[in-house]
């Protein structure tokens, strides 16, 4: 199998004109191309009256070697590298202990179906509902404002993603092609296979949900065991000398319902919103530090201004859909202000996770139909704006969550203001012709206290400058909605860059988002599978 790289069509190409492309490449009669597949699907649209589809592709052809040798200096064309994924180990017969992987986002269900797969039989274990109970729990926020703790946005089988946009793509250097196998087992779970192929995948929420259930059947088919309702409240660690001093090992977790499972190997792949587990991980002794990450707010547009100044004519193109955008403005404080999590044609979801405070973030069906596009329009923070304790970020996040929660009524609104009057500083009054999608409601009024005032002139200072990319976008009418805080983990449970564990736990494998070491989907599932192979790897070396 061949690779062939840089094969550019324009957007409306006929079915066979990759066909001929691919022959007029490889200057090959039809017959000697026995089959090709796409690898990767990406477009360019920076010239908006001519977008461009750029293919690479893996063809089969007859007499391999003599076209690679008749080709030879060609640098879009090499041997398919093999991106399969290959098991780093396999269970013993006998396992002291079976290992518990905790959360069941991304980084978890990835990290146990790599573990069962490799006859682990892992034992993993959610503090939130199963995904069809947890749906219900979470528009019951957005519906009647009826927030469950344990199970909502954030907790439930899923994690964080479940009620997401469902992008798949991330900036990581993955030179194992883990992010393949991600991909493959997302199909398997029933993704749409396109998914393989093109430059930014998506799959929206509804989507995501059954992928969820999928996975899990295949997970417990292999011998692995599913929890629900079993939040871990206490780490037994065994301690060199004394609590919290030298070297720990971990000896078993336990539940909330009292009960105890015995293991020296756990996966901590719980999320960056179990601040209660965090703590107890700190009065434990393991080793956490505070870390950077971002705060600000929701912005909505319509989604057709964004698709007209990205594609121009061509918007609205199936092979294209909802535009995203990506901005970044350096500001004169000293401050970056970038947009997050950007959602084409989605909504903006109530995201907290505890009483008394709102959080925003935004999700899409895989349609991405919906009138407005939104993203966030985060500043970026660091530990010297919260001094003092490893934790002291997540009391920061909660300040401004409660204050979210009192501008906005007190109801589980959320505090909005028109981009024209935020810019102004005057408080909204009235909305205009961009009608916000937060549910359960959005109450208008003055967003300059509800974040630092150093978040507020850099987000001020960075609207309009964003206009100049995208025309519109400082729009008077578009929405704010606030506040943004789960942006990323406000810690890191740090951890050997080897063994993947715990820098002072043995036993204790922190893992994805919560742990700091990830942001996002892919990120969080390369990051399960490469912390199940460290497991398996620690428990095969220990015979
Ligand atoms: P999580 O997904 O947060 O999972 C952690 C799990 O651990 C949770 O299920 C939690 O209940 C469980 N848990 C926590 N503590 C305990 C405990 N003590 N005991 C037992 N269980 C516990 N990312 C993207 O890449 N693309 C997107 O489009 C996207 N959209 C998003 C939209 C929304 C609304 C949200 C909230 C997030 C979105 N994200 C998106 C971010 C993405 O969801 C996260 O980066 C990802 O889910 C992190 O994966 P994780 O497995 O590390 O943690």
Sequence with gaps: MLRLNEIQLPLDHPEDALHAAILARLGIAAEALLGYTIFRRSYDARKKSAVILTYTVDVEVNEEAALLKRLHGDRHLMPTPDTNYHFVAQAPGQLKSRPVVIGTGPCGLFAGLILAQMGFNPIILERGKAVRERTKDTWGLWRKRELQPESNVQFGEGGAGTFSDGKLWTQIKDPKHYGRKVLTEFVKADA???????????????????????????????????????????????????????????????????????????????????????????????????????????????????????????????????????????????????????????????????????VTNGMSQYSRNERNANSGIVVGITPADYPGHPLAGIAFQRQWESRAFELGGGNYDAPGQLVGDFIAGRASTELGTVIPSYKPGVRLGDLSTALPDYAIAAIREALPEFDKQIRGFAMADAVLTGVETRTSSPIRIKRHDDSLQSLNTVGLFPAGEGAGYAGGIMSAAIDGIRVAEAVALSICNKG
């Design 192 to 358: 749409p296979e396109e998914i393989m192929y093109v430059s930014k995948p998506h799959i929206g929420t509804f989507r995501l949900v059954k992928m969820v259930e999928q996975m899990r059947a295949s997970i417990e088919a292999l011998g692995g065991e599913f929890r629900f309702q079993q939040k871990v409240e206490d780490l037994d660690i065994q301690w060199e000398q004394g609590p919290g001093q030298g070297r720990g090992q971990v000896r078993a977790v336990t539940l909330a319902s009292g009960e105890t499972i015995v293991t020296d190997h756990v996966v901590l792949a719980i999320g960056h919103s179990a601040r209660d587990t965090f703590q107890m991980l700190y009065d434990r002794g393991v080793y956490i530090e505070a870390k950077p990450f971002s705060l600000g707010f929701r912005i909505e547009h319509p989604q057709s201004l964004i698709d007209r100044c990205r594609f121009g004519p061509s918007a609205g193109h199936p092979i294209l859909g909802a535009a995203d955008y990506k901005l970044v403005h350096h500001c004169a404080n000293g401050r970056a202000v970038y947009s997050f999590c950007m959602c084409p044609g989605g909504t903006v979801v109530a995201a907290t996770s505890e009483p008394g405070r709102v």
